[in-house]
């Protein structure tokens, strides 16, 4: 199908609110109703730069070594707009806007990975859990080299996402380079059905709880919540891990949901574009799941978008301690809007900010304590003798104290196990002032 020429009047209603799409409410893909700027019937057209337009297509149309339509010619000038403006911002054909979609309802055939560019280069921001992503070991920052036999330094980010997804039961192989590594490593994954579970929850010791947030979707906030009282049914909580590590984002309101099920009011969020509708401001509600329990906030490389939006608000409203490494920096908001024939177009519109005013935009939150990703080596040699270990030691005269073993997984997680010592210390702390 061929789009229609950019003139003033095609244009015009191909941005129509009538023709927009309704909202979906995220922050990587947010769909608001957009309506024209007040000097857009003042504007006057470049006319030269049309021109100009206009003879470089006909120069390709008549001169190019093979012989190109109207449609693919129009389509990429498109594409070219849009692709110059920002990495988020993309014309989409039938089968890409139809693909994004499906990835905003939460199911499709792909190995779920979240990528982007970065310098150019295909990169991964993060691997969703539970994922064969996740399962093959890919990590945030990986830089993808090719997929099967395409080199990606040929691709859009559509067409590597493209290429990307397909067929449950398909293999799929990837060319990756780690940062720190001389050579690339060939990773062979098999697609499945990405059905991801956003919240999962755990005890990591009595009273410890571990709340992972993998990706933030419709039900997210009410799925804390839950998880909340769970854990509470199971042990009154004397600290909270909130795991927002590799999470690549999602649904604006579902990041607003869980900043207030720990806050008690105060701003959240707000946003800030060129028109009026895309300015919004987001405050917590007086009742919270978790008003008082301490509170340690897991960020890195790979938490971006709407983890941000909660990291921000939870730091600046002094909640909780973020730790870990800093975050991706995504701070934009993009609109989908349909453009009639099946098409569509993804455009940013507006870049949202921390209560404190802090744009989170190719910045990122910044963790206040920074602990790098690495793992505890418990050897030997570094076990040194204690009075009960010596022969014939005086027995005390109180009850044999139990001793706590480091589990596997925290000895595997070395950040992780950094925030429950916060949080142990913060408890004694909070204990002292009662």
Not at 37 to 42: G, K, L, M, Y
Not at 69 to 75: F, K, Q, S, Y
Request: aromatic share 4%.
């Amino acid at each position: 199908m061929t789009p229609a020429l950019p003139l003033p009047g095609r244009t015009r209603r191909a941005l129509s609110p009538r023709r927009l799409l309704a909202p979906l409410l995220s922050v990587g893909l947010l769909a608001l109703p957009l309506a024209a700027p007040a000097t857009a019937a003042t504007d006057d057209l470049p006319v030269e730069e049309i021109q100009t337009f206009a003879e470089v297509f006909e120069r390709i149309k008549r001169g190019y070594v093979e012989e190109v339509d109207d449609g693919t010619l129009l389509r990429n000038a498109m594409r070219g707009m849009l692709s110059e403006l920002d990495p988020h911002s993309a014309y989409l054909d039938r089968e890409e806007f139809q693909s994004l979609r499906e990835s905003t309802q939460g199911e499709f055939g792909g190995i779920g990975i979240e990528v982007g560019l970065e310098d150019g280069q295909l990169t991964v921001i993060t691997p969703i859990d539970d994922t064969p992503a996740s399962r093959a070991g890919l990590q945030a920052r990986d830089q993808i080299l090719r997929i099967d036999d395409a080199p990606t330094e040929q691709l859009s980010l559509q067409e590597a996402v493209n290429l990307m997804r397909g067929e449950p039961g398909t293999a799929i192989e990837l060319t990756i380079l780690r940062r720190g590594e001389s050579s690339p490593r060939t990773v062979t994954l098999t697609r499945e059905v990405i059905r991801t579970e956003s919240v999962r929850s755990e005890l990591l010791e009595p009273g410890f709880g571990y709340l992972r947030i993998s990706q933030f979707q419709t039900r997210t906030g009410d799925q804390v919540g839950e998880h909340i009282r769970r854990l509470e049914r199971e042990a009154p909580l004397s600290g909270l891990v909130l795991d927002l590590r590799n999470n690549p984002g999602g649904v604006l309101q579902a990041a607003v949901a869980v900043a207030d099920a720990f806050l008690d009011g105060g701003l959240i969020v707000y946003t800030e574009g060129r028109l009026p509708d895309t300015e919004m401001r987001f405050s917590a509600a007086s009742q919270t799941a978790a008003p008082d329990v301490p509170l340690v906030v897991l960020i890195n490389g790979g938490s971006a978008s709407a983890a941000e939006i909660v990291a921000g608000a939870l730091q600046d409203q002094r909640r909780g301690v973020v730790m870990g490494t800093e975050s991706f920096g995504k701070g934009s908001v993009q609109q989908i809007m349909p453009l009639g024939n099946g098409e569509g177009l993804k455009l940013t519109t507006a870049l949202y900010f921390t209560p404190g005013g802090r744009s989170i935009q190719a910045q990122g939150i910044a963790p206040d304590v920074q602990v790098v990703r690495g793992r505890v080596e418990v050897t030997e040699s570094s076990r040194q003798v204690r009075e009960a270990d010596l022969e014939g030691h005086l027995r005390s005269r109180d009850a044999p104290r139990e001793r706590t073993e480091l589990s596997e997984r925290l000895r595997e997680d070395y950040q992780l196990g950094e925030a429950l010592n916060l949080l142990k210390a913060l408890n004694v702390l909070s204990q002292r002032e009662r």
